[in-house]
Antibody
């Protein structure tokens, strides 16, 4: 049974970098048939896919156009986890951040419990 | 502004059948399969339907999904009080090259 667990700072100041990590159990971040996603949810923006990382002979990333200039998603194979970094945050980035992965062949199936990040001075 | 739209609310009495629509476009629902998620208050979304009409293990068979053209639907047959939640559709968008989510529908059991 795949399980995902996010960890994050809770509070980030405007213009700083938001960093959230997702620990994976029951699957491998390096699997060549998996993709590991970050999705956020806020009252103003609803559910918003931010991007993903996946391994297909080499590491690949896809990012949403809305955050492409300031996002980075990176795997950590030594800890079987992946992380989200979002630069130059504003209060608009206040949201619950979820990491989402597969369940066997079903994509976007397993969600972490979410971590709330508030951008405020 | 979301490219995939859902009605903001739906309701029914216990035992009734409720249907939720999800309207997209040729680059998302028109070309790719649809997932549906149920979100209970204060919890993460939970996968309810994948590949348009497939139920993951453990999901009651009163939940069913369908797709036609650029639209999809989720039906809840035999509505129960525990079905009161927010429901979202999602699909990959070939033009945006990313997943898009519907605007969400809040289901109320009267």
């Amino acid at each position: 049974q795949v399980q995902l667990q996010e960890s994050g700072p809770g509070l980030v100041k405007p213009s700083q970098t938001l960093s959230v990590t997702c620990a994976i159990s029951g699957d491998s971040v390096s699997s060549n048939s998996a993709a590991w996603n970050w999705i956020r949810q806020s009252p103003s923006r609803g559910l918003e896919w931010l991007g993903r990382t996946y391994y297909r002979s080499k590491w690949n990333n896809d990012y949403a156009a809305s955050v492409r200039s300031r996002i980075s998603i990176n795997p950590d194979t030594s800890k079987n986890q992946f992380s989200l970094q979002l630069n130059s945050v504003t209060p608009e980035d206040t949201a619950v951040y979820y990491c989402v992965g597969r369940d066997g062949g079903i994509l976007l199936a397993i969600w972490g419990q979410g971590t709330t990040v508030t951008v405020s001075s | 502004q979301s490219v995939v739209t859902q009605p903001p609310s739906a309701s029914g009495t216990p035992g009734q059948r409720v249907t939720i629509s999800c309207s997209g476009g040729s680059s998302n629902i028109g070309r790719n399969s649809v997932n549906w998620y149920q979100q209970l208050p204060g919890t993460a979304p939970k996968l309810l339907i994948y590949s348009n009409n497939q139920r993951p293990s453990g999901v009651p068979d009163r939940f069913s999904g369908s797709k036609s053209g650029t639209s999809a639907s989720l039906a809840i047959g035999g509505l129960q009080s525990e079905d009161e939640a927010d429901y979202y559709c999602a699909a990959w968008d070939d033009s945006l090259y990313g997943y898009v989510f519907g605007t969400g529908t809040k289901v109320t059991v009267l």
